[in-house]
């Protein structure tokens, strides 16, 4: 139960947060679109001892969140579904990994460095992806779609299984809390009802696709996806794919967190 | 089953996203053939519909545990192969996008794994001949298991070469599978009764769904083989090229793809998490070959490229790494206040 309230939650709170009016979301779809990817693909590809050459891709999120003004406790909290899974795995390189290094006199094994750089990437990718959608919105990255000639059928089969998802959530919700009434104290669905209960539901859901359906008649639809005004690239939106993509690659190339220490600690 | 991004080389995501994209593209154009624009909406709220239905725990009799749907084979039941793979997709690209399951990267690993064996292979190769006499209860009940188990399996097993491919896993081949495959029996095994006893209510209440879905889609022409040679073509072709582009250009973005590693993916139950660790630490007892191996070569990867990394470090540079590191995180800290700042004065000029 809480489960479902929390996912109808967390798609409602990316609505809202897409919804606003900021440097960030103002920038179009696509160009958006293509940064993620492109910053995905480069911090993946980093090597699995890497730790100080991810640090200055926090850059981006860091500039991400306040320019578009993001809450950051609740986007962090979007990360916990994914967090377990990764320390879960991580936390064995330690045992696996016989190679040790030492740091001002302590031995510890290279493990931990594996570790800390899978959590890091996790985190990275994670909230690439969460940025995306909180500054774009799901209309907005449909569009962006389109634009990359992602066929049209497919697309709008997305935004409806968007659009339905917080429908059918509630309808799922309230059988799960009428059966949790009447069948007290049982951690899941007894095997008796589990043809009826969810069979049920099918046949109600192939009903509302039907009405669905004809609303969408009666409303001029022709198979046609309509997005009303289309954005257009200006300037600005292309030098910041160019500017994002360019420091990327620097990144990627020189280790900057070493070669500033390493300047620093010359210098003193 | 849900691949991470953090777990994936950028060869092997790039290769299934390719793969995903040609099923996709071939799903499209069936569908668009015999076009029926109610079907546009069904899909939708249908997918919908599987989305909602997988937080459903159900009890499995005479254990403790329970479990849920996983959409894909019970998608191509109800709306045909085709429609269900797009259906898949889509749902798998709303958990990457809204809740970190899986990722942007390993999107296409996730949609292959998921809805390709379930929808192309389990369905049409398993379910549809079992059912092709006509419904009854024992044939429902055994389509869906067998369907129900093969696709997962050939799922699971995908998910091992997957990360098997990119380097990443630190178990070997054989313990890996032998983890994988029979975990993922008993998830097909439960999967496929609650599929049967949904299917048959369905037949039961409402024949004519099941028949549509099953009808509407002729698989006859045995088209399923012209979709696996032009994929098998398709991802050795990408696979091939785009590992050719990585060492053709060691020092460009210098993708270290079958180099890194970091761990493998699996179910994030807390059982499973400690049986691995129990194999591993028997493993760990064992000389061991495979993880100085790895990290021998990790080291070499590592004085070949530019970047003096982790495991050649000698006291300085690690000195210089650690002050540059802290200098980096204070960076970042830094443009989130200054940021912060600025926009907390702009309203004072402008007002």
């Given at each position: 139960m809480s489960n479902m309230i929390n996912t109808m939650f967390d798609l409602r709170l990316l609505d809202d947060l897409a919804c606003k009016d900021t440097v960030v979301h103002r920038l179009h779809p696509l160009v958006k679109l293509l940064t993620t990817v492109i910053y995905l693909i480069v911090v993946v590809s980093f090597d699995k001892y890497e730790v100080a050459g991810l640090l200055p891709f926090l850059f981006f999120p860091v500039l991400i969140i306040n320019l578009a003004e993001l809450p950051l406790v609740p986007l962090v909290k979007r990360m916990l579904p994914a967090a377990p899974l990764v320390l879960g795995i991580g936390i064995l390189n330690p045992v696996f990994d016989h190679q040790v290094f030492a740091v001002g006199g302590l031995t510890l094994s290279m493990g931990w460095i594996t570790f800390i750089s899978v959590c890091l990437k996790c985190l990275l990718t994670v909230f690439a992806a969460l940025l995306l959608i909180a500054t774009t919105g799901m209309n907005n990255l449909a569009a962006a779609l389109r634009m990359l000639r992602i066929p049209k059928l497919f697309v709008l089969q997305l935004l409806l299984t968007y659009r339905y998802i917080s429908v059918l959530l509630e309808e799922v919700s309230l059988i799960w809390r009428a059966y949790s009434l009447r069948a007290p104290g049982q951690k899941g669905i007894n095997w008796k009802v589990w043809g009826p209960l969810i069979g049920q539901l099918i046949l109600r859901t192939f009903d509302r696709a039907q009405r669905v359906y004809q609303a969408m008649c009666l409303r001029g639809f022709t198979g046609e996806y309509n997005t009303g005004s289309q954005k257009r690239l200006t300037l600005w939106d292309l030098a910041y794919l160019a500017g994002w993509s360019l420091f990327f690659t620097l990144a990627r190339i020189y280790n900057i967190p070493e070669l500033t220490g390493s300047l620093l600690t010359g210098v003193i | 089953m849900h691949m991470a991004d953090a777990l994936i080389s950028p060869v092997v995501g790039g290769t299934m996203w390719v793969a995903t994209a040609g099923v996709a593209a071939y799903s499209i154009k069936k569908i668009q053939k015999d076009l029926d624009e109610k079907k546009i909406p069904l899909m939708g709220v249908v997918a919908a519909f599987v989305f909602a239905a997988q937080m459903i725990n159900f009890t499995i009799p005479g254990t403790g545990s329970s479990g849920h749907i996983g959409g894909g084979l019970l998608l191509a039941i109800l709306l045909g192969p085709y429609a269900g793979f797009l259906a898949m997709a889509s749902i798998l690209t709303i958990q990457a996008l809204f809740f970190a399951d899986g990722g942007l990267l390993a999107l296409g690993c996730n949609i292959f794994n998921l809805g390709f064996f379930t929808c192309f292979i389990a369905y049409p190769l398993i379910y549809k001949p079992i059912i092709a006499r006509g419904y009854n209860l024992k044939r429902i009940v055994a389509a869906s298991l067998f369907a129900a188990i093969a696709g997962l399996q050939l799922g699971a097993f995908s998910v091992v070469l997957q990360t098997l491919f990119s380097g990443?896993?630190?178990?070997p081949f054989g313990t890996f599978v032998l983890l994988m495959q029979p975990i993922h029996l008993a998830i097909g095994l439960v999967e496929g009764l609650i599929i049967a006893a949904v299917v048959s209510f369905i037949w039961k209440e409402r024949p004519e769904i099941l028949e549509k879905a099953a009808l509407g889609k002729k698989l006859g022409s045995l088209s399923i083989q012209r979709v696996l040679t032009v994929l098998a073509l398709a991802a050795v072709l990408t696979g091939g090229v785009l590992s050719w582009f990585a060492s053709a250009n060691p020092d460009g973005l210098e993708w270290s793809v079958f180099k890194t590693a970091g761990v493998e993916e699996l179910e994030s139950s807390g059982g499973i998490y400690q049986t691995l660790s129990g194999i591993q630490n028997k493993i760990a007892l064992l000389p061991d070959y495979d993880f100085k191996a790895s990290g021998d070569e990790g080291a070499a990867a590592a004085g070949e490229g530019d970047e003096a990394s982790w495991?050649?470090?000698s006291g300085g540079t690690s000195l210089s790494g650690l002050v540059g590191s802290v200098l980096t995180l204070a960076v970042a800290v830094l443009i989130g206040f200054a940021v912060k700042f600025f926009k907390g004065k702009k309203p004072n000029f402008t007002s």
């Open positions: - | 990443k896993t630190e178990l495991p050649v470090v």
